[in-house]
């Protein structure tokens, strides 16, 4: 045996995953064909946030005067902008590095290809500096290879690094576009939209389905689409794309809404459509490897139906989340350690980083009442909230869904200023499987904008106090 454990990929799935198996003692490596830290670190969740700051600052620039404050000519340097985003992404790729050295994990760099094997398959890695391949057993290893955009070729919706962009293009353009067609409403979506909107660009959103942020519960969709709208987003929901033409001043999408149809151009197009999981070229097939529905499937243990492979983050399926990559990174490097890991079924919150930003936990309230549950609901806007107000944060509301029967918070729905800070409260009164007698019964302190969550749960029970 080379290893007791290898980990192939080192995004947020599988870097958690080596460090939680090299505490509990297991000789680890991981395998990496490009950066530390995956998409996550490299080109997904931290670069964004270091943009969508860049924005955020600079759409505040332009309400000063709210504030009694005035400055001369605010600008921007876009090239500048971009490269603070890349800057921050190196310094986390950096701090991996260091983590896996700290907890002796052997870092090997190439591309990662799985043969059978026993007791777990065989890990054949062609090394990214050249030179021949290298044959490694070990008696587990962790799938973590992630996942890339989805491209629909088929009616032109993919990207050529030049009009038509995916996330990374969308990440490290040379100027900020002055129009921008965006393809789908997720986060990915609605951020990127949010971001070269705060910074002058002419936005237009387009979903397929009938509200945007679809995941989301549905009084937040609207609220957020008003929000945004307010701040010179435009959307067409309900509207599908049935050809994406690039070429000459920029790009042509053809939209049919219903009976009508419609052709939007722009500078720039970016596709969000969703993503699709790296599961070709590791030897998957030749392993056997159930897949489900485009994804590695798993177990309740993360395990894959082949002995010694688990699967884990974006390529094991939804919600492709960093925070559901590395729980179940910390779940199976225990199960491989002989423990029973953390609680896999917890809930995860889901987050966009937009103005006004989003957050959710658990069932939205149309899906509580699918359950066949009866509902109470309680919502608690800013605008009654002292610190939002001071903060010149008044915009969204919190949302809370009980089970009227057991009093168990069943959902958490929030639209406002960093709200995605506030989530986690309700994410841990559900994993707990608090009720609203000790939610209602927690101190929250004042002023914070978490006290609407606390009003939020009382009005649920008619006892609001604020409102
Ligand atoms: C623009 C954008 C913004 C996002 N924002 C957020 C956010 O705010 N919050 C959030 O929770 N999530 C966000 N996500 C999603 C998040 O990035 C993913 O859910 C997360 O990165 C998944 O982690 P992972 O460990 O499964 O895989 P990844 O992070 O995708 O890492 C997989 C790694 O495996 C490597 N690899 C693949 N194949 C091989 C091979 N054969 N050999 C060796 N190495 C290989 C890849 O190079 C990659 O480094 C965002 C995604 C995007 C694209």
Not at 141 to 165: F, M, N, S, Y
Not at 192 to 207: M, P, Q, R, S, Y
Not at 434 to 440: F, G, P, S
Request: aromatic letters at 6%; charged letters at 20%; a neutral charge.
């Amino acid at each position: 045996m080379d290893y007791d454990l290898i980990v192939i990929g080192s995004g947020p799935g599988g870097y958690t995953a080596a460090i939680r198996a090299a505490q509990l003692g297991l000789k680890t490596a991981i395998v990496e064909r490009e950066l530390l830290g995956g998409i996550c670190l490299n080109w997904g969740c931290i670069p964004t946030k270091a943009l969508l700051k860049s924005g955020e600052v600079y759409a505040q620039l332009s309400h000063l005067a709210d504030y009694g404050l005035s400055a001369e000519k605010p600008a921007f340097d876009f090239t500048k902008v971009v490269a603070r985003s890349r800057a921050v992404a190196k310094q986390l790729n950096g701090g991996v590095a260091y983590l896996m050295k700290k907890n002796k994990i052997t870092v090997i760099e190439g591309v990662a290809r799985l043969e059978a094997g026993r007791p777990a398959p065989k890990v054949i890695v062609r090394p990214a500096k050249g030179g021949p391949e290298q044959t490694l057993q070990a008696k587990a290893v962790i799938l973590a290879v992630g996942a890339r955009a989805k491209e629909i070729p088929q009616i032109g919706l993919k990207g050529d690094g030049e009009t038509v962009w995916t996330y990374r293009d969308a990440m490290t353009p040379k100027a900020c576009p002055k129009s921008l067609l965006v393809v789908g409403s997720g986060a990915i979506g609605i951020e990127f939209g949010c971001f070269f909107n705060a910074l002058g660009a002419k936005v237009t959103v387009i979903e397929a389905l009938d509200r945007i942020l679809p995941v989301e519960d549905a009084e937040v969709s609207a609220a957020a689409q008003k929000a945004f709208e307010k701040r010179g987003l435009t959307f067409r929901t309900g509207a599908k794309v049935t050809r994406l033409e690039a070429g000459g001043a920029g790009v042509r999408i053809k939209v049919e809404a219903g009976s009508k149809t419609e052709t939007l151009e722009a500078e720039k197009a970016i596709v969000a459509v969703g993503i699709t999981a790296n599961i070709e070229d590791i030897g998957l097939e030749a392993l056997g490897v159930a897949i489900d529905r485009g994804h590695v499937a798993t177990d309740a243990s993360c395990a894959t139906n082949v002995p010694g492979l688990y699967a884990i983050g974006d390529v094991a399926g939804p919600p492709w989340l960093a925070h559901k990559a590395s729980h179940e990174g910390v779940h199976a490097a225990e199960v491989i350690a002989g423990r029973a890991g953390p609680h896999l079924a917890a809930p995860i919150p889901g987050c966009t980083y937009s103005q006004p930003q989003v957050a959710s936990v658990g069932m939205t309230e149309a899906q509580a009442k699918e359950t066949g549950r009866k509902v109470r609901v309680g919502r608690f806007k800013f605008s009654a909230n002292g610190k939002a107000i001071a903060a010149g944060e008044t915009e969204g509301f919190v949302k809370t869904v009980f089970d009227a029967d057991t009093g168990q918070l069943l959902g958490a729905h929030l639209l406002g200023g960093e709200v995605t800070e506030m989530i986690q409260g309700f994410a841990m009164a559900m994993t707990g499987e608090l009720t609203e007698a000790e939610i209602m019964g927690t101190v929250f302190p004042h002023p914070t904008m978490s006290e609407a969550m606390h009003e939020a749960s009382l009005d649920a029970y008619g006892v609001v106090l604020n409102a």
